[in-house]
């Protein structure tokens, strides 16, 4: 069965540090979105793609934050420097596009502890 | 602006009764509705979803949704619930093109006892 792909599945980082994630989407799917979840909240968007392009990327504090999916399949997400709040589960998800009826998959997820 | 309220944070039920966890909406357009779990530690697999038609949706694991358009509502139930079941439930609002990203509510912890 198909899956989104995420890797580390965790990360501790010192604050002021830089610290990558990476995401493969489930293939042939052009939609990609990184959300990110704090402990006892739910998840929020950071950034879309569709294919290589920055659909929506509003909510992604973009003085320390970067996204990048250059070739449109497999996407990295960056933070540099890292603050103690930025401690949360980072999910990235993946969908079809122009496809009625369908939903966004999700990956394991990234959890990130800045310390 | 879209919006999903999921009013209970956390609701404790025994072991085979019935469960109820409630989700309000407030979205533009035609709401296309998603219910999720996310067990500790790990990523959101879909319950059920409600893009058009019946407007009762059945999903995996036994779980069941009503839309009410007239309520903003899309409340998950589940008749008997099992002990595996203990997990956090997210509702979610969005659109059904596949780009349109997910609002999800805030989650409700379940708790389950013998």
């Known amino acids: 069965e198909a899956e989104v792909a995420q890797s580390p599945r965790y990360k501790i980082t010192e604050k002021s540090q830089a610290v990558a994630f990476w995401c493969d989407p489930i293939?042939?799917?052009?939609?990609l979105y990184w959300y990110r979840q704090i402990l006892g909240q739910g998840p929020e968007l950071l950034v879309q793609?569709?294919?290589?392009?920055?659909?929506?990327d509003s909510q992604l504090p973009k003085d320390r934050f970067s996204a990048e999916r250059l070739k449109g399949v497999d996407s990295t997400l960056k933070i540099q420097p890292a603050e103690l709040g930025d401690s949360a589960m980072y999910l990235c998800?993946?969908?079809?596009?122009?496809?009625?009826?369908?939903?966004?998959?999700f990956g394991q997820g990234t959890r990130l502890t800045v310390v | 602006a879209q919006s999903v309220t999921q009013p209970d944070i956390h609701i404790t039920v025994s072991e085979g009764a019935s469960l109820e966890l409630r989700c309000n909406y407030s979205?533009?357009?035609?709401?296309?509705l998603f219910w999720y779990v996310q067990s500790p530690g790990q990523g959101l697999q879909l319950l059920l979803k409600?893009?058009?038609?019946?407007?009762l949706v059945q999903g995996i694991k036994g779980f069941e949704a009503e839309f009410k358009r007239s309520q903003s509502s899309f409340n998950l139930r589940k008749p008997s619930v099992h002990w595996s079941d203990a997990a956090e439930y997210f509702c979610?609002?969005?659109?059904?093109?596949?780009?349109?990203?997910?609002?999800f509510g805030k989650g409700t912890r379940l708790s389950v006892i013998a």
């Open positions: 293939s042939g799917h052009a939609t």
């Open positions: 979205y533009g357009a035609t709401p296309y």
């Open positions: 998800a993946s969908s079809l596009l122009r496809v009625l009826n369908t939903e966004a998959f």
């Open positions: 979610a609002v969005g659109g059904n093109s596949g780009n349109t990203p997910l609002v």
């Open positions: 793609f569709q294919d290589e392009s920055v659909v929506d």
């Open positions: 409600y893009f058009s038609g019946d407007t």
